[in-house]
């Protein structure tokens, strides 16, 4: 049966709130099939994957009898899974292949299709993903930014409500912007701490967040707006635009307008003195 792409909000949700939950964070490893800070492929450069399952029923089982049973996984399992993974070799390039390989080599399952490999040994075939309610996969590339903390791509996966999402995350670009008010705020510029998060990712044929970051960094250096509200929301309006003009993310109906969801999180450090900072999230759709 076939999943139906949403927000990841909306995957979150449809999943419900967690009663048992294995994670792991950050496992370290080594890439060159992503593009680096200044958009070149086939350059290793640090890649930390987490992943979270959340199981449909507590540890009843595993905690009575304190040993692994069914109704959970061990993340050290896990983390050599995804570590093999990696190993596999792909015909294709780009954050968001390394994710969906993981995500093929853990379960056996092509997204959206929901089509079933019957070949390999899984760690999470059609059986064991009967007991889980939520999966989530991230692939980040710490170094992937010129002016940001990094870049990620997460899929995840409400099993049971057949929903999905993909989202590709530029992290905490910091810009001296031209924001604010007050007659002091126009004086010079201040630091805008901008997370970009670009969501329900039908497709796209490439890796195109080193152009987005540029995008994002110029209308930003650029700024005369007084409120982040206003700022926030003329940058997702504008990549959306830029991006909904272009075939190559589109995958079979060119014509359509994109199903992307932009998110833009803007933090001011030096606006309340009080404060670590103030923030305004803005989102805006096609749909």
């Not at 061990?74 to 294709?92: P, V």
């Not at 014509?255 to 450090?269: A, G």
Request: hydrophobic content about 45%.
């Amino acid at each position: 049966m076939a999943y139906t792409l949403t927000s990841s909000w909306a995957v979150r949700a449809a999943a419900g709130e967690p009663v048992a939950v294995v994670r792991v964070e950050n496992l370290q490893a080594v890439t060159g099939v992503a593009c680096d800070a200044w958009g070149q492929v086939d350059k290793p450069q640090p890649l930390l994957i987490s992943a979270e399952i959340s199981f449909a029923q507590p540890f009843t089982a595993a905690a009575i009898q304190d040993t692994l049973t069914h109704e959970t996984i061990h993340y050290g399992t896990l983390s050599r899974a995804i570590l093999a993974s990696l190993k596999e070799s792909t015909d294709e390039v780009g954050l968001h292949q390394i994710v969906e390989d993981i995500w093929l080599y853990l379960t056996g399952q092509t997204l959206p299709t929901g089509e079933e490999s019957p070949d390999g040994n899984f760690l999470l075939p059609a059986e064991a993903r009967k007991e889980i309610r939520f999966l989530s996969i991230t692939a980040t590339l710490p170094k992937a930014s010129l002016l940001g903390s990094g870049v990620s791509f997460t899929v995840s996966v409400a099993s049971q409500a057949k929903l999905y999402s993909k989202e590709l995350t530029i992290h905490k670009l910091q810009v001296p912007t031209l924001i604010g008010m007050n007659k002091n705020e126009r004086l010079a510029k201040q630091f805008v701490i901008t997370t970009v998060a670009f969501d329900k990712l039908e497709y796209f044929a490439r890796d195109f967040y080193v152009e987005a970051e540029a995008s994002v960094v110029k209308i930003l250096e650029e700024s005369s707006f007084e409120t982040l509200e206003a700022l926030g929301t003329h940058i997702a309006d504008t990549l959306l635009r830029s991006y909904n003009t272009n075939p190559s993310y589109k995958a079979s109906a060119p014509e359509r307008q994109l199903s992307w969801q932009v998110k833009v999180k803007m933090e001011k450090p030096t606006a309340v003195l009080l404060a670590e900072c103030p923030i305004v999230q803005v989102s805006a759709s096609l749909d």
